[in-house]
Each structure stands twice: as structure tokens, then as C-alpha cells.
């Protein structure tokens, strides 16, 4: 199994930046892919980012592309996620998830999330 670890969420205010990370630990050598969900009040989940650990290709929703970056750093099993030009739409408890098969709809493993909240 693999467990993930979210932290760095906090209070901005619009167009900010704001970077959050996910560790994994456990079996991180089945880890094929790992991404980034947001879910705000009301709303059900939703992608925002992911990067195949193979070839470092990265996925991104429209909604943030331009400006919110997927990164990873291989030697500490850990991916970022750098926020720039936050808006209030941001605001939602961000979850990394993990993935063994290499598909980018398909996560296996998923962290308690944090929580990411962007003032007017």
C-alpha cells in the first residue's frame, strides 16, 4: 500500500501563490502516477493535475493551466504542487492521489487532503 501525506495549505488572498506537497511512503515503487484533486463546498471532486513518474509527462484541467504546476522530486517520493495567481474559485480542500496502472483516470491511493482557501 502506499500512504500519502499532504501539507502547505493555508489562507491566501487572490493572486497569490501558494505551494502544496504530497509524500508518499510504503510501496512507492508501485507508484506510476500521482496527482491532484480539489473538492470545494458543494461541489463533488474534481482533477486538477497529475505526472506520470515515467517520462514526467503532466496533465492539467483547463481551469488551471497557465498557472498551477505539477513537479516531483524522485528522491524524496514526493510531488509538488505550485499555485500562482490564486483566485477565490481556488478555494477547495486539495487531495494527492496515487496511482499504479499509468493512467491519469485511474487512483489508487488517496491523501486526507489540505485545505487551500483564497480571500477576495
Known amino acids: 500500500q502506499v500512504q500519502l501525506v499532504e501539507s502547505g495549505g493555508g489562507l491566501v488572498q487572490a493572486g497569490d501563490s501558494l505551494s502544496v506537497s504530497c509524500a508518499a511512503s510504503?510501496?512507492?515503487?508501485?507508484?506510476?502516477?500521482m496527482g491532484w484533486f480539489r473538492q470545494a463546498p458543494g461541489k463533488e471532486r474534481e482533477f486538477v493535475a497529475a505526472?506520470?513518474?515515467?517520462?514526467?509527462?503532466?496533465y492539467y484541467a483547463d481551469s488551471v493551466k497557465g498557472r498551477f504546476t505539477i513537479s516531483r522530486d524522485n528522491a524524496k517520493n514526493t510531488v509538488y504542487l505550485q499555485m500562482n495567481s490564486l483566485k477565490p474559485e481556488d478555494t477547495a480542500v486539495y487531495y494527492c492521489?496515487?496511482?499504479?496502472?499509468?493512467?491519469?483516470?485511474?487512483?489508487?491511493?488517496w491523501g486526507q487532503g489540505t485545505q487551500v482557501t483564497v480571500s477576495s
Open positions: 510504503g510501496r512507492t515503487s508501485s507508484i506510476s502516477v
Open positions: 505526472l506520470k513518474w515515467s517520462g514526467g509527462n503532466t
Open positions: 492521489a496515487a496511482g499504479r496502472s499509468g493512467s491519469v483516470s485511474a487512483f489508487d491511493s
